[in-house]
Nanobody, 128 residues
């Protein structure tokens, strides 16, 4: 199982970024993928997740209306489009999945402990 994030970088407040999570080594259609972030000194938080053919993916209240999660099932890739970025969005962003994080349940119902496959993370820094 492998997940590889990309697309992070330095952006000014109000700017946008698109993160990608390319996956391999498992049946992509069976599992949900979550996006998490961790800022220095803070706990890792889930900000979005999406299942196969999910008409209503989950986004956390802290990023709702600014972040959008989507997936390309053919390319086995999950995207996170981040608009109107703020300083508090500065963090390392990770995508993850797990053996029990399956498409047959709401992706937000899985606890963070159930995510046992993680990418290496990509740094997002929002600063002027």
């Amino acid at each position: 199982v492998e997940l590889v994030e990309s697309g992070g970088g330095l952006v000014q407040p109000g700017g946008s970024l698109q993160l990608s999570c390319v996956t391999s080594g498992f049946r992509f259609e069976v599992y949900s993928i979550g996006w998490f972030r961790q800022a220095p000194g803070k706990e890792r938080e889930r900000i979005a997740c999406i299942s196969h053919n999910d008409p209503s993916p989950y986004t956390a209240d802290s990023v709702k209306d600014r972040f959008t999660v989507s997936r390309d099932n053919l390319g086995k890739t999950v995207y996170l489009v981040m608009n109107n970025l703020k300083g508090e969005d500065t963090a390392v962003y990770y995508c993850a999945t797990g053996g029990t994080v399956t498409a047959g349940r709401p992706c937000a119902s899985a606890s963070i402990d159930e995510y046992n496959y993680w990418g290496q993370g990509t740094q997002v820094t929002v600063s002027s």
